[in-house]
């Protein structure tokens, strides 16, 4: 879904009884994730970029019991991962890009929220490591790959 001018997401989301994977590209004015999302079982991707308005994921977040991948890239406003012990149990793949707050706060080790993500095995946090080639860096780890500062 690609609209610049969306704000919200209209009603009814939580009937996509069988949407299992969701983009949301370019939308500057949208500012969170639909509460009808927490009601779709079946969704396993969730992919939000350049969502520069968008400011934290819900607490229900967390109890998206389906969900396997999750990339969040370029929102700058989102600082935090919701509350509770661990994000995502069953969740495979994390990729946090270009929201500085927020790869801070899941810094390997140390980062506040790191906890919430240990148990993930494939995560990605901060830019894309590139090579000499200029070619972006796509292997995945069981460990956790971060940009170089």
């Known amino acids: 879904m690609n609209c610049p001018y969306l704000g919200s997401f209209p009603e009814g989301v939580q009937h996509l009884s069988s949407l299992r994977s969701l983009t949301i590209l370019s939308c500057p004015w949208f500012d969170a994730l639909p509460n009808g999302l927490q009601n779709v079982p079946t969704l396993h991707c969730l992919e939000t970029i350049s969502c520069p308005n968008l400011t934290a994921l819900p607490e229900w977040f967390g109890n998206l019991a389906s969900l396997r991948s999750l990339t969040i890239s370029d929102c ?15 969740i495979q793949h994390l990729s946090i890009q270009e929201c500085p707050e927020l790869e801070q706060r899941c810094r390997p080790g140390n980062g506040e929220d790191w906890l919430k993500i240990a148990h993930v095995p494939h995560k990605y946090i901060g830019s894309p490591q590139v090579s000499q080639s200029g070619e972006a860096s796509t292997s995945g780890s069981s460990s956790v790959q971060t940009a170089s500062q």
């Open 76 to 90: 700058p406003k989102l600082k935090v991962l919701p509350p509770g012990q661990k994000f995502l149990k069953k």
